[in-house]
């Protein structure tokens, strides 16, 4: 399995961005799928995730600012940041908990990141 994200980018104070990961290889279904991210210094975060089912969980930082949804059908997340400020500047690792058939194991899947840097 292979989580593809893209959509990162440089963006003044303010502005907005949106992320997007493209899971692919053998999915049978996708429980949950997130974003973290990781800034130079600091620990792996939780930014936001969504279960299969469209139940939503955000860091309490971003509420109001950042809304993640999904399309099942494609396996993709995508993540709408808005009014973005220079804390958000950080690495952003796509996530995904992936079963590989019914009733498999659940698996734990990271994409390879994308920069986000936002002046100010």
């Known amino acids: 399995v292979q989580l593809q994200a893209s959509g990162g980018g440089l963006v003044q104070a303010g502005g907005s961005l949106r992320l997007s990961c493209a899971a692919s290889?053998?999915?049978?279904?996708?429980?949950?799928m997130g974003w973290y991210r990781q800034a130079p210094g600091s620990q792996r975060e939780l930014v936001a995730s969504?279960?299969?089912?469209?139940?939503?969980n955000y860091a309490d930082s971003v509420k109001g600012r950042f809304t993640i949804s999904r399309e099942n059908a494609k396996n993709t997340v995508l993540l709408q940041m808005s009014s973005l400020n220079p804390e958000d500047t950080a690495a952003y690792y796509c996530n995904a908990l992936v079963v590989k058939r019914l009733r498999g194991t659940e698996y734990n899947y990271w994409g390879q990141g994308t920069q986000v840097t936002v002046s100010s």
């Open positions: 290889g053998s999915i049978f279904s996708i429980n949950v």
């Open positions: 969504i279960t299969s089912g469209g139940s939503t």
